[in-house]
């Protein structure tokens, strides 16, 4: 069965990030009284960096929470591509700045070796993320799930039992590395955040029946409605 996607639709790029951010804020906050820790994992690309600005701004203990990317490109966190890099400049400042930060992305031989550097590091945290925040591109990617992705049906095997998986893909530009569908659906707090038309004409092709593009597998296999945040105007890239 396919869980269906439940539509919030703003005005401008500015009222979503507000609005994403105070809900993901109080999900840490419930984490953190719960458990006394949260998880949270983000995307990287062009899109959240409002959203980024708006959650550091928050008032929460900060200190007590984890935060990790959903996916990274193989690359060092000075390089401009790097998600580390963006997260660092715009969500790990202001009240945010005692957060911890977890990288994917390490200075292993091969991005199979970083992968495997980095499931350990994150297996410390707790099997469960509390929130994962996706972002998706104009072909339907999410995370690092590219439709020519050479093991793409193991990167969204619901059964999948890895935490982090090293991904080859032509048009991803690089070797990355990402959270497996199985880690990313079973978030306490899973949303989808994307603006422009393109992307909500490319999201709505993969929610009809028959479509097979990989975001189509996080809606098939989300324990939960998928909150989409939504905002027209310019299409980002994820």
Known sequence: MVASADWREFSSSEALAETLADDVAGKLKQAIRDRGSALLAVSGGSTPGRFFDALARKNLDWKNVVVTLVDERFVPPSSERSNERLVRERLLTSEARLARFVSLYNDAGSVEDAAAQAEAGLALFGPVLDVAILGMG????????FPDASNLGDLTDPAQPRRVM????KSAGEPRLTLPLSR???AGFLALHIEGSEK??????????GDAKPISAIFAHAVRPVPVYWAGGKDGQS
Request: aromatic share 4%.
């Open 138 to 145: 104009t072909d339907g990617h999410t995370a690092s799930f």
């Open 166 to 169: 090293a991904v080859h893909a």
């Open 184 to 186: 990313v659906v079973e």
């Open 200 to 209: 909500r004409a490319v999201l709505e092709a993969a929610l009809q029946p």
